[in-house]
C-alpha cells in the first residue's frame, strides 16, 4: 500500500515487487519464482466467485463469518455493533 499509493511504485514490475518482497525478509529467488508462475491464481479466482456470488461490488467491502457484510468506509461504531452481534450468544 505504501509502495504504491505513497511512493509511486509500479507494483505491476515483477522487479520492483521483488525488491519490496526482499524488503520485507522474503527470498527474492523464491519470490520471482512465484511471481513468475502461476502461483495464487486458484485463490484470487476463488475470492473473485466469492465476491460475485456474494454481490460485493464495493471497495472496501468488510466480510464476517463469510455471510455478514458491510460496503463501503463505515464508522466504527458499526464494526462494534457487528461485532458485539456476532459474538454475544442468543442476542
Known sequence: MQ???SEGIAIGDVDEL???GEEVGL????ARAWLDSDGGKAE???SLQYAGAAGITSVPTFVFNREHGIPGAQPAELFVKVLEELTLPGE
Open 44 to 46: 484470487v479466482l476463488e
Open 27 to 30: 527470498d527474492p529467488e523464491t
Open 18 to 20: 521483488v525488491r519490496l
Open 3 to 5: 509502495a504504491y499509493f
